[in-house]
């Protein structure tokens, strides 16, 4: 994985406006690089994954731009279990840590979401001390 | 009056709206992230908030005025309200936001329709509120005071 320094590069998804501005300011507050995308389709696209093929496919794509991916669970088109899935399958991709938001605390959303891989699950509304919990997990796992 | 009193009332004013419920924690999460590199944060964010939630319930009234309501519609609007008004802790709109999902799980109009008029109510209350709280730091600054947050 890309050596981030102090600035680990966070790709953070959410289809609600007001949601993507405050974790954007929560992890710029917590020395992030940050990009956002509104929905599934967009962060793929950044990321470099192309959604219409099965296997891996951009050539484009060798290494993965993001440390880490956060995303909200429950979001039109595809959710973020779905997003989830997509960069668990790539082989670029699979070893970028995922976490999950959600407004909602539902035990097998959260199992579900951790059995396909994912990080860590949080509970909406962040707050600035769950972003530097993040960080630090972040951090522990680069070493 | 000076800065010394305006700074006072706006801590009043600030105080009373935790106390009677309008916002919660979560908007002091909102004030810890304005700074001199982020000066208008809480302006910038809130009035994101205005306008979604404008848009929102204007989408409300369409959906539950017509013949075969969408549950799935409507409760899906309620859910990014609730969200947003939680991110700002806008917390008497969130808490009518959850009391109007169960109406759509339930499939209920009649449920559904007083809720909307709650959450338009609410909703103006704090978006006055919080207009005047705005309207009180800006007197803060004009009148040679630093930045209250």
Redesign the interface.
Known sequence: MADYGDEPHVLAVDDNLVDRKMIEALLKNSSCKVTTAENGMRALEYLGIRDDQPGESSASATTSKVNLIITDYCMPGMTGFELLKKVKGSSFLKEVPVVIMSSENVPTRINKCLAEGAQMFMLKPLKASDVKKLRCHLMNCRT | MDVAQLKRQLFEYTTLLFHEGFLDE?FT??Q??QDEN?PD?VV??VS??FD?SERLLNELAKALDQQNTDFKKVD?HV??L???S???GAQRVQRVCITFRNYCQDKNVEGCLKCLQQVKHEYSLVKNKLETLFTLEKQILAAGGSAPM
Do not use: C, T, Y
Request: hydrophobic share 40%.
């Open positions: 979560q999460q909102l810890q992230l982020n944060f910038e964010v994101l908030f979604d899906a859910h990014q609730k969200g947003s939680s991110s700002i």
